[in-house]
């Protein structure tokens, strides 16, 4: 089960909106689907979707150090050499997206030639994950409205509420009008990517502690080292770290220094085998964890439920799931559907996806 090639194929599919948020902007899913090729005829396969404004990755450079690193060292390893990937893969910083992918990838090679699902070999807890719905930073009657369409037509009930505008209650007011018009048995959180003060944040927190929020993730900058212990040594929810904990050891320093009760774990930057160590991490250190979205596509959200629902602390809490129903299309020949507020694991071994020829050849950017 040798690897004998390596794709990165860059395609771009347009978003039916664009999504605002404190940190960025996306207007089209500018991503890579990452191809891993066996010399037994299995091909693993994930997405890698660039964030520049948070980690630096452009769809140019996802390609790039793809092609020209990551596929020259490890070409000719067997997929069961996770370990050695991983040492190679590492040691060129940065890049976790990409990184990511081709771990994911590797994954679902293993999982075919195994003749199981890739949930199973992670953990096998759950074939199904709670979906969570992202809404905000549009006028509040559009939030409502939207919000209220994605509960009746896909039975969502845990919405994340995008804040960090300026003034802050543009926010506060936004969140009390979700919780007016959906009721005390929905699930609301909220994320600010950065985008307020320390001080800010706890005023908008202490504004909104009537509204029983469930989480608050990344309403300051972790840089400001002081004023985020101080905001969060206050906070009486867990605090989230997100994209300031990237990696395992960023984990560590965040929990143990004060910066966080709380971790998100997104797989399109952290793949199977790192979140797994984040995961058991957490759970040692006694903390609850979160499956976040990079704006997946379908491709990574089936990556993202794939280990969500493998694990018992990752089913807890409902997953960030639902952002593909934005795009404008996708690459797989199913599509991914949410029902009854779920959504569920593939059937088949490896992923259980396949790419649709056709799309794929539309969308690519490399023709």
């Not at 940065?94 to 992670?122: C, F, Y």
């Not at 029902?339 to 490399?366: M, N, P, Q, W, Y």
Request: glycine share 8%; aromatic share 6%; charged share 25%.
């Amino acid at each position: 089960m040798k690897i004998t090639k390596i794709e990165a194929v860059p395609f771009a599919i347009p978003f039916r909106k664009s999504l605002t948020f404190a940190s960025g902007e996306v207007h089209v899913a500018d991503h890579v689907l990452v191809r891993v090729h066996t010399d037994e005829g299995l091909i693993g396969t994930a997405e890698a979707p660039p964030r520049p404004y948070t980690y630096g990755e452009t769809q140019e450079s996802i390609v790039a150090v793809i092609g020209k690193v990551f596929a020259p060292q490890i070409t000719g390893l067997s997929a069961l050499e996770r370990e050695v990937i991983h040492a190679r893969l590492d040691r060129t910083v940065g890049n976790p997206t990409a990184k990511a992918a081709i771990d994911m990838a590797v994954w679902d090679v293993i999982g075919q030639a195994a003749g199981m699902p890739v949930t199973e070999l992670l953990g096998g807890w759950s074939d199904r994950m709670r979906v969570s719905h992202m809404v905000g930073f549009a006028p509040t009657e559009q939030m409502v409205t939207e919000a209220e369409r994605v509960r009746d037509t896909y039975g969502i009930t845990t919405f994340k509420v995008k804040v960090g505008r300026r003034p802050y209650r543009l926010d506060v007011e936004a969140c009390r009008a979700l919780r007016t018009a959906l009721g005390d048995d929905v699930e609301l959180y909220i994320d600010g990517n950065r985008g307020w003060s320390a001080s800010e944040s706890a005023r908008a927190l202490r504004e909104m502690d009537d509204l029983d929020l469930d989480l608050a993730e990344e309403l300051c900058p972790a840089d400001d080292v002081l004023g985020r212990r101080w905001l969060v040594s206050q906070t009486r929810i867990p605090f989230v770290a997100d994209e300031s904990a990237p990696t395992p050891a960023d984990v560590t320093r965040e929990l143990l220094g004060g910066g966080a009760t709380a971790i998100s774990i997104k797989t399109a930057r952290t793949g199977f085998t790192t979140s797994a160590r984040v995961l058991n991490q957490c759970e040692a250190m006694g903390v609850e964890v979160v499956i976040g979205n990079q704006i997946d596509g379908q491709i990574g959200t089936l990556c993202a439920v794939a280990f969500g629902a493998a694990h018992r602390a990752t089913t807890r809490r409902a997953g960030e799931l639902s952002n593909f129903l934005d795009m404008a299309d996708d690459l797989l020949t199913e599509p991914l559907v949410i029902e009854s507020g779920t959504l569920r694991v593939r059937e088949g071994t490896g992923l259980g996806l396949t790419i649709d020829s056709d799309k794929l050849a539309h969308f690519r950017l490399d023709r």
